[in-house]
């Protein structure tokens, strides 16, 4: 059974940095497409950031030069690392496995809260 975990959350003041991760099991991390996503209260999920099988990134326009996503083949794991945040990057934070339409994962989120 395929599970991912994200964790890492919680509230910060902005301008201040965190880091999240993904931890997947049941599944050979490293032939897939690991992405990041977020879903504010009263907004739709949006893309945060991409990172292919092969290394190659992709942010959201609302994120670059402040976030960095990368991964550790080796340790399964997954990651966000997130800076200078605002309060407007408040949302829940989503991982996703992808590798088809069919073979297409989601972690259950966590909540991160930029306020003073």
């Known amino acids: 059974q395929v599970q991912l975990v994200e964790s890492g959350g919680g509230l910060v003041q902005p301008g201040g940095s965190l880091r999240l991760s993904c931890a997947p099991s049941?599944?050979?991390?490293?032939?897939?497409?690991m992405g990041w996503y977020r879903q504010a209260p009263g907004k739709q999920r949006e893309l945060v950031a991409t990172i292919t099988s092969g290394g190659l990134t992709n942010y959201g326009d609302s994120v670059k030069g402040r976030f960095t996503i990368s991964r550790d083949n080796a340790k399964n794991m997954g990651y966000l690392q997130m800076n200078s945040l605002k309060p407007e990057d408040t949302a829940v934070y989503y991982c996703?496995?992808?590798?088809?339409?069919?073979?297409?994962?989601w972690g259950q989120g966590t909540q991160v809260t930029v306020s003073s």
């Open positions: 996703r496995l992808s590798r088809s339409s069919w073979l297409d994962y």
């Open positions: 049941g599944i050979i991390f490293s032939i897939y497409d």
